[in-house]
């Protein structure tokens, strides 16, 4: 069983994010801040992440920053719903902080799970190939 980290600072993004992927198998941690994703890294092994880009205090692309640092390898998904510059420009935004993959909110259950799948695999098929 894969473990994912839900970092979102809406409460109802965190629960049908959860919901999606616990139906799938998935075990999930989600937190509310920036902060409190960095710290439940520190103390747990995830095998993918997924960040809000748009969050107070924090943002998402220094938060995917922060966590490529502690770990490398950490599979990202970056999720964002926010605004028309965001739209046309955190898929490349997120990327070059070290996401991944990206969807904009909304997004369909399958889509979410499709590419938690296919960024675990990957991580998982260049650990084996390297």
């Known amino acids: 069983m894969s473990r994912v980290l839900v970092v979102d600072d809406d409460k109802f993004v965190r629960i ?3 919901a999606v992927l616990e139906t799938a198998g ?11 994703g960095l710290d439940l890294q520190r103390l747990t092994s995830f095998d993918a992440a997924i960040v809000d880009l748009m969050m107070p205090h ?7 920053r922060e966590l490529k640092q502690y770990e490398a390898d950490l599979p990202i998904l ?16 997120a990327e070059m902080f070290g996401a991944n993959a990206a969807l904009e909110k909304p997004f369909e259950g399958e889509d979410l799970l499709s590419t938690v799948a296919n960024i675990i695999a990957n991580k998982t098929c260049t650990a084996c190939c390297a």
């Open 26 to 36: 998935y075990d999930v941690d989600d937190v509310g801040s920036a902060r409190e």
């Open 58 to 64: 924090k943002d998402g692309l220094e938060t995917i």
């Open 78 to 93: 970056a999720i964002s719903g926010g605004g028309d510059i965001v739209r046309k420009n955190f898929v490349k935004a």
């Open 16 to 18: 049908s994010i959860r």
